[in-house]
């Protein structure tokens, strides 16, 4: 027997029409590249979503294709954001920061048929151009409405379009399974893959980022997503700001802190969201400047690990809690949100503090499980490591055109993350570390992760990072590139072997060759640590 | 073109599931009969619904079934909220104050095949079992274990049957529109009509519930609803407080103001759900006793108009902040909560509580519109009452087996809920009134509901509700029943009409004879005023 309730379907359409109804006047903030300010509200939004759909039905396109986008944060690339999905197409959100031979892949391999690109961002795509055999159109977003000198052809200016495009309203009909999004993970090893995101899986997945113990946020929120709309889908901001009515901050292509930080005075941010070496770079410049960060109360941070000394510096500091976020681009991307807990509330804040260097406790949503290279699951002990699992609405079920990745997908219906983690008692996870960091030395596992930490925790160390090096005895030793405050002179090698010790085991501590300074960690296209420039610098010497 | 996500159905497997493993160790806290508490963990929920699933699989139901409890709020009614959508069948709350004919008129047209009561409501439900056809056994929740002298048969007890169950998990597979529950909402006119809920119903809920700006519950709450399990889903308090992780507290038959205090005392209550009746008997409690609520910082109060005056006494008086929620059965049941917006935030605190006064805004997958009697939507104008229509995946398509109550539902997907509203432009509800309550005086409209408020903040009255009585020359005209502080002679029916003269039109002011002063205002079985036993007083006097 079914039940006799709406079959309502959980749409993108859905949640900008709440936007509109519901919150006509919040405000949608952009930095322009010139650095001038655009305003506009959530009811403007609607009325140029409109009017951007007639425009992407007129470009040729076909119901499912693919729009590309190759863009900074700002309100052009949130209309994109709406008006293709709402519009049966699939949007397409190129990296800006991937190498040329992977953009041309990801094109080709996607198919796509209308790219729209910042003008700022023309000279880099243009090489490419010629290579990109599906591509029909190209649209430039410019500051001033005059289209740059291009060799990309056939090329038309957004407002342009827009000004000639009807503003009656008319979408076509989707469903909830249809098509929604599509981005590719920049993965380390061969070419990138790609996620194909539903309007179900993304509706869910605002309403899983929009519990309380997810990410908190409420209409009285104003929120900086510095994390790039190109990346994850901007950790799902683009449609959770709208739907809960929070005045949404892009701060453009700038974002050194000087710029962040005016930013977020001017505009009264109350929350912020992004990846460790943004808040680190900020975290240096206000004890520089002795200033501080205004309204700004929460920061949510992910990406990769973050520091533990990072969480400590922005709370003792500056009154901030950091919460961090671990997720993957397969799972929209939010898996883990980083809060104390009820019974944590009057632990002395050292131990707190611990707690919230972990990558927090599964969201709603989010099913978990750790196995071992069998696949029996392992408890939930603190200590049992083994691959993580996941499971959800909001989770990928395979890859976009990829037969050979079909592996990381179990048959009974898990993604295999790739990663090695375990769960403690109180569900957190702690990310030990991907398969392909950990350091293998005697038969025995180092983390990368956690000796990182731990370096970053030492007086006068700004960043590290921790790879293995081939070692004839051990098979593997750890090797960790250290980066100083500039001009400094300390620590030297010995203080941070020192510093290290009682952390961990005598074996695991890397020798004092081993610890190498650098002026900056190589960092990937979404502003990882890139441990396999590191590997190869390593091998090199 | 079909996203790529997992097809992860949303059920309430998925709810229980979420809180064994994230929330093993939180507490369920149950008051009995005698007054004695039980105690215990969502990990042992999750094992005692494993042995529950295998009791109802053996009592002779067929999947689909409408298992009924008759049971006030404790951990074994949990249990059944459970055990029953996760082994297929569907659980019918039928709802204790209901009248006996009323009663037999549900369960018949429920077809239910197995009741659970509670020990002390036994003699309550024997007198009609006979003709109750479809109902194939009565299991008794005791205290004690023992089963009392009844004529109730087959009968069997709780316990002694989850003695013999199996402890092995074996849940049969649902599906996300399966069946999952049935409530029957009272109405005032006709029978009852009931609602069938599906899983994903009931997950989707779950969700919008878990908003921030919706409850804003935290796994860092203890939340006490008040709101009876037989009553609307208990608000959805049920799925939500596992999903989230909070700890649960069920004060179980005694709702006296004294008990209640200190239960959220004793057990550090933030957090709590019922209707106005139960809060203010609380307040009037609190300032004769001066005594006050520990930890309890929000109530969410609901099931009919929260008096301004009540919102304003709990604030100044003991810091509590009152939610005010608006919904229907027929909406799982959440369609409003009141919260202050950010623009909002600096505003004098008598503006402040006058907008908390109103319904709220529409919870996030809530879509609402006002329309004219000719079905034309209205502006959000704060001024353009009409009949509220409203639209999700939460909310009913129809009646369950009931072909005449059709027209509430619109044939492009809308139901009306029957209420005059309108909504302003800060997107806030305005319940003007039932269709029904209205009252039409010389050709316009007087607002019984306003005028209730407005008595209620009389100093002296402790409840005041507004009925029609057929006048001659005005077609009809307002009679207030109020209720005085025991044994008070203030205020007069002058002291009345002077408190409402400003706030109300001259020609809306009720005469100094229709101020009727009574003991008590007559309930529904949901604790709502009974204006249809008033007006039948009103219509006798």
């Known amino acids: 027997m079914d039940g006799l309730m709406m079959d309502y379907p959980l749409t993108i359409n859905a949640i900008l029409n709440r936007a509109r109804q519901v919150f006509p006047d919040k405000e949608v903030v952009s930095v322009l590249p010139s650095g001038a300010k655009h ?95 599906t591509v029909k159109h190209w649209i430039v977003m410019t500051e001033d409405g005059k289209l ?41 090893t061969g070419n990138p893959k790609g996620v194909l995101y539903s309007h179900r899986s993304t509706y869910l997945h605002t309403l899983l980022a929009g519990q309380t113990d997810v990410l908190g946020l409420s209409e009285r929120d104003v929120v900086m997503p510095v994390v790039p709309m190109f990346h994850a889908n901007a950790w799902g901001q683009p449609y959770l700001l709208p739907n809960i009515g929070a005045k949404t901050v892009f701060a453009g292509s700038n974002v050194t802190p000087e710029a962040l930080v005016k930013l977020i005075v001017s505009e009264r941010v109350t929350y912020a969201l992004g990846v460790p070496t943004i808040w680190n770079g900020l975290l240096q410049y206000l004890r520089e400047h002795k200033t501080d960060l205004g309204e700004l109360k929460h920061m949510v941070v992910g990406g990769s690990a973050v520091p533990r000394a990072m969480i400590e510096a922005f709370k003792k500091e500056f009154g901030i809690l950091i919460i961090q976020g671990w997720g993957m681009t397969e799972m929209s991307p939010l898996g883990c949100t980083g809060r104390l807990m009820r019974r944590m509330e009057d632990w002395p804040e050292a131990r707190q503090i611990d707690v919230l260097a972990n990558a927090g406790i599964p969201c709603v949503g989010v099913e978990m499980k750790v196995v071992d290279p069998l696949g029996k699951e392992l408890p939930w002990d603190g200590k049992s490591a083994g691959e993580l699992l996941v499971r959800g609405p909001a989770i990928a079920s395979a890859y976009f055109r990829n037969e050979e990745a079909k592996e990381q997908f179990t048959r009974d219906g898990w993604f295999r993350t790739g990663d090695v983690a ?108 890139d441990k396999k420039v590191l590997r190869q610098q390593q091998r090199a010497s």
Not at 151 to 171: G, H, I, N, R, W
Request: net charge negative.
């Open 39 to 133: 305003c506009y509200t959530y009811k403007d939004l609607y009325a140029r979503v409109v009017r951007l759909s007639h425009v992407l039905r007129k470009l040729g396109a076909k119901p499912g294709d693919r729009i590309a986008t190759f863009a900074w944060n700002h309100y052009r690339h949130l209309e994109l954001y709406y008006a293709a999905p709402m519009s049966g197409f699939v949007l397409h959100t190129l990296n800006i920061r991937l190498f040329p031979e992977q953009l041309e892949f990801v094109v080709n391999h996607a198919e796509d048929a209308v790219v729209f690109v910042d003008a700022s961002l023309v000279k880099a795509i243009e090489p490419l151009a010629r290579k990109l055999k």
């Open 422 to 529: 375990f769960l403690d008692p109180d569900a957190y996870l702690h990310i030990a570390d991907r398969t392909k960091d950990l350091i293998k030395s005697g038969g025995e596992w180092i983390s990368s992760v956690e000796m990182e930490n731990a370096i970053m925790a030492c007086p006068g160390v700004v960043e590290a990072a921790v790879v293995s090096r081939p070692d004839p005895k051990w098979d593997e030793r750890p090797v960790a590139y250290v980066v100083r405050k500039p001009g400094a002179a300390t620590p030297t090698p010995a203080d941070v072997v020192q510093h290290l010790t009682g952390k961990f085991a005598k074996w695991q501590l890397p020798t004092e060759e081993d610890i190498r300074f650098i002026e900056q960690i190589p960092r990937t296209s979404v502003g990882k640590f």
């Open 148 to 188: 740059p000198e291009t060799t990309l052809a056939p090329v038309s200016e957004y407002e342009a379009l827009m000004k000639q495009a009807s503003d009656v309203e008319d979408f076509p009909a989707v469903g909830e399974n249809d098509a929604a999004g599509l981005c590719y993970t920049s993965g380390t």
